[in-house]
């Protein structure tokens, strides 16, 4: 089945940047809506991000509209979602998904996937 590997977490002041890549094996991933979810202790799961498998498509959530921008590379079978002017709040554990046969805006907002990453932490404090 579908494997993704998040990386690029880690630490960073408020108002800094990273960009995590979700990286696919065992199946091209250009079929595939991927995504973002991020779970922080104490609050509900989020859909952060989607995009459709040719990339036209994609929804943030309101939380990080501006800041946040999916992207993918199915040449490299790899997704990566940049986020500028990092907040607090945007500290979480992030998770890639993938799933087949759904648009970036119903796998964001039912926040249900097939396949997920095992995660990576993204703490934004000074």
């Known amino acids: 089945q579908l494997q993704l590997v998040e990386s690029g977490g880690g630490l960073v002041q408020p108002g800094g940047s990273l960009r995590l890549s979700c990286a696919a094996s065992?199946?091209?991933?250009?079929?595939?809506?991927i995504g973002w979810f991020r779970q922080a202790p104490g609050k509900e799961r989020e859909g952060v991000s989607c995009?459709?498998?040719?990339?036209?498509?994609?929804y943030y959530a309101d939380s990080v509209k501006g800041r946040f921008t999916i992207s993918r590379d199915n040449a490299k079978n790899t997704g990566y979602l940049q986020m500028n002017s990092l907040k607090p709040d945007d500290t979480a554990v992030y998770y890639c998904?993938?799933?087949?046969?759904?648009?970036?805006?119903?796998?964001?907002?039912?926040?249900?996937?097939?396949?997920w990453g095992q995660g990576t932490q993204v703490t934004v404090s000074s």
């Open positions: 998904v993938a799933s087949l046969g759904i648009t970036a805006r119903h796998m964001c907002e039912r926040i249900r996937a097939e396949y």
């Open positions: 065992k199946f091209s991933l250009d079929s595939y809506t």
């Open positions: 995009v459709s498998g040719s990339g036209v498509s994609s």
